[in-house]
């Protein structure tokens, strides 16, 4: 009998591939449907003004434009302001004021996509704004005589809101006996997800069955769907939300935007299919942002180096509407976990919310909502804590490592860790980039006043929200589902409640189901992205997908298997007790010459099922799990600085990820590829950045840069394998470490480069321009 190769961990070809590489994938602007109307959006060029008139007819005397919406015909509709994520709400069209600049003012509705355009410039042209004063700076938006943004509000502050988590007084105390403190102010810049296919959607009305099919490049369409029904007032079962290919999302596309809203109302009014796709200026000025995190972070310690006490304090700059895409429970996402990977007896953690004239957002950008932030603040200030011990970075972090045997570990701020072993996982990307050997050769270029750093981050991710009883967007729980449906020819349909966008679940989720039923991973199709198919789930984020959805579908393939036994038995004419599941084949227990495959099983579950056993081969499975999945990594990257120009070269990145069990390290590592080209963009290239008017100084990509291959350096990769104990097959998710984690390793390398000039901070991102300059202050030539 042969035995069924495994396939889980095996680096099986990416089934969506040939797709994508033939130019054949399916993204959103490739749909044309039959009577399709477009739609442009007239956006504001002030960063806050009163709107005084939006003369429609401007537009309407474009030949081709049919229809112009604006925030008054919504707001007769009751339309005009829309409820956010984060619980505020965000107007949808402008009434009365707009708070920043590119805010949506009007919609134009035309027969072509040019003749929208013309229809949305004429009528730019005319619409009437009285300034108002714009204030950009968070910290003068909380100052007393700050202009008020937000008049819509009972309150008449700039201040959204506070949160905090920890114990204030045994931190305190900690700080007040500790021999050491350091603290340092560290700024995580507003930056943006930037996916290459911008956001879109098409709204199709269908008077005659009053079905919305909406097609939308979305990471979440059971949310987006259900949100649709509520803010509109459609019945949910006659909304059908289909997610074709998606060109990349990384967070961007998780919120609902006002063009969604604007494209539905005019196919409802309309009776015809509206497109709306936004171009790169408007997604960088007016989809949503991610980060712009001001914070202060110190750590209480011995004079040895032991940590003895964490304490942050952080303003978050949130736009102009609070629409943060995190838990309900949480408005400053997971952020708590930036005790990071340390052992802390003791933290405290407190977040302010503003309001500021800039774009709305504050989504998980390739994150699990904030922990980018908080893992580059507490590897940023670990580093810091070492220059001022005089301890080597490494030294300093294997001390103070949560040691594998305190797992699972309670964190001072409410986490439990599910697993880890953080010095193996050090130790090897020490070993793989020559750590100590390194740390001679900067010494000897030192001597010879060449500048050589050597940065470290040792992160813990936490990723696969729920579990439900804590977790929810929007009030809907955060499980995630699967089901499988098993064809008489053994062949198997996949569906999940998540959505990818090129992570590659139309291959690893097959794999898991393969591995599950010992059939080839060709015969298992995945399909994701269309609500009238799929089971409900909340979508693809913040590496949600394999520890909730893949979970579930684990489960849904063991209980199809539970059902195949039944079948098996009864073709073996065995008992069920009998019948074991090995090497891919069910079989008498004792006599592995009588068994079955699971094809010979599917066949008979449509041709021949038991008496007493339903005809068929299908499982459901909804997955809320017990607990979210805690990955970490070891990040080791080498800097040399060119000191006439500022420029700064990564000379060697060593990125050793822990994602617990690996279902495919090929695309394991094309993840970690592609999040450490984004944090090297981050590090060094990335920023949006508002001048005191409020104008987008960053809203195209020859001012907000995307690294290409000619910038990105080579990533070297490596894992260790701590499987979490509560996921099914042990899997953790991964799509962000490598965003998370490696922006701090670039900062403390750049850092480690000066530290003897006494320099122990530099805010992202480090262009040579500031490298240049703090050159120059230290006499550097
Ligand atoms: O939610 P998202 O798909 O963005 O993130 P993820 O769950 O971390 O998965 C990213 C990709 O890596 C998926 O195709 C996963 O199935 C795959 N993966 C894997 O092969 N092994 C793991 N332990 C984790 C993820």
Same mark, same amino acid.
């Given at each position: 009998m042969a035995v069924a190769e495994r396939v889980l961990g095996q680096p099986v070809k990416r089934k969506e591939d040939p797709r994508f590489i033939q130019g054949a994938g399916r993204y959103l602007d490739d749909i044309v449907l039959p009577r399709m109307l477009y739609m442009a959006i007239v956006r504001s060029?002030? &960063? *806050? &003004?009163? @709107? %005084? &008139? @939006? #003369?429609k007819e401007a537009a309407l005397s474009v030949p081709g434009v049919v229809a112009v919406i604006t925030g008054e015909d919504l707001e007769k509709a009751g339309l005009a302001w829309m409820p956010t994520l984060a619980g505020d709400k965000q107007m949808v069209l402008a009434v009365g004021k707009v708070l920043f600049q590119g805010q949506e003012v009007a919609a134009v509705v035309a027969e072509t996509r040019e003749a929208a355009f013309d229809g949305a410039h004429a009528l730019a042209q005319v619409v009437e704004y009285e300034p108002l004063p714009v204030v950009v700076d968070p910290f003068k938006a909380l100052e007393p005589d700050a202009p008020i943004l937000r008049e819509d509000r009972e309150q008449k502050t700039n201040h959204i809101w506070h949160w905090e988590v920890g114990d204030r007084d045994r931190t305190e105390r900690a700080f007040a006996e500790a021999e050491v403190v350091v603290r340092q102010e560290v700024y995580y810049p507003r930056v943006h997800p930037a996916p290459l296919e911008p956001c879109g959607c098409i709204a199709d009305y269908n008077k005659a069955t009053e079905r919305l099919t909406f097609y939308v490049t979305s990471q979440a369409p059971h949310a987006h769907r259900t949100l649709l029904a509520l803010v509109s007032g459609l019945p949910e079962h006659k909304i059908r939300v289909i997610s074709p290919d998606v060109g990349g999302g990384f967070g961007n596309k998780v919120p609902v935007y006002s063009g969604y809203v604007c494209a539905v109302v005019a196919s409802l009014q309309l009776g015809r299919p509206v497109k709306w796709v936004e171009t790169r200026t408007e997604n960088l000025q007016s989809t949503h942002f991610a980060r712009d995190f001001h914070m202060t972070c110190e750590i209480a310690a011995d004079r040895d180096g032991r940590v003895k006490a964490l304490r942050v304090k952080t303003i978050a700059d949130h736009g102009a509407f609070d629409a943060a895409a995190n838990p309900s429970k949480f408005p400053a996402g997971l952020f708590s976990i930036v005790t990071g990977s340390y052992d802390f007896p003791t933290a405290f953690v407190e977040v302010d919310a503003v309001y500021t004239n800039t774009a709305p957002g504050g989504v998980a950008y390739r994150c699990s909502f904030r922990v980018t932030e908080a893992s580059y603040l507490i590897e940023r200030t670990m580093d810091v804590l070492a220059d001022e011990l005089g301890m080597d970075p490494v030294e300093l972090r294997l001390k103070n490592f949560i040691p594998?045997? %305190?797992? #699972?570990y309670p964190s001072p701020l409410g986490w439990t860790y599910d697993s880890g072993n953080y010095a193996e996982t050090l130790k090897k990307a020490m070993d793989i980039i020559g750590y100590w050997d390194l740390r001679k050769e900067q010494e000897e270029k030192r001597k010879r006043g060449e500048l050589m750093g050597i940065g470290v981050s040792t992160f813990t991710e936490i990723v696969g929200a729920g579990p439900a009883h804590t977790f929810d967007i929007a009030g809907i729980k955060m499980f995630d589902s699967c089901e499988i449906r098993v064809h008489p020819t053994g062949k198997v349909l996949v569906r999940t409640g998540v959505r990818h966008q090129g992570q590659g679940h139309e291959t690893t989720f097959a794999q898991i189901v393969a591995d599950e039923l010992g059939i080839? @991973? /060709? /015969?298992v199709l995945v399909e994701e992205g269309d609500t009238d198919t799929a089971p409900y789930g909340l979508g693809t984020y913040a590496s949600r997908s394999t520890p909730t959805a893949g979970a579930a579908t684990a489960m849904a393939a063991r209980r199809v298997r539970d059902k195949a036994r039944k079948i098996a038995a009864h073709l073996l004419e065995a008992s069920e007790e009998d019948v074991v599941w090995e090497n891919g084949r069910f079989h008498v227990a004792g006599a592995p010459g009588r068994s079955v495959s699971f094809q010979e099983v599917a066949f008979a579950a449509y041709t021949n099922p038991p008496e007493g056993v339903e005809p068929g081969l299908e499982a459901v499975y909804y997955y809320n799990p017990p607990n979210l999945t805690f990955p970490n990594g070891a990040y080791i990257c080498v800097v040399d600085i060119d000191k006439g120009t500022g420029q700064v070269k990564v000379r060697r990145f060593v990125a050793v990820d822990d994602c617990g069990t690996v279902i495919n390290p090929m695309v394991v590592e094309g993840q970690v590829h592609g999040g450490l080209t984004e944090g090297f963009g981050i590090a060094f290239m990335q920023e949006i950045v508002y001048d005191e008017n409020g104008n987008n100084l960053s809203s195209d990509f020859s001012t907000y840069l995307l690294p290409t291959a000619m910038e990105t350096p080579k990533w070297e990769t490596d894992r260790t394998v701590t499987p979490s104990p509560h996921h099914p097959i042990g899997a953790k998710g991964v799509g962000e470490s490598p965003n998370v984690g490696s922006p701090a390793a670039f900062v403390n390398a750049v850092v480690d480069a000066l530290s *003897?000039?006494? @320099?122990r901070h530099i805010d992202m991102p480090i262009t040579p321009w500031k490298i240049w300059k703090i050159l120059r202050e230290h006499g550097i030539e």
């Open positions: 060029p002030y &960063a *806050h &003004a009163r @709107v %005084k &008139a @939006v #003369p594998p045997e %305190k797992f #699972p080839p @991973v /060709d /015969d *003897h000039l006494g @320099v």
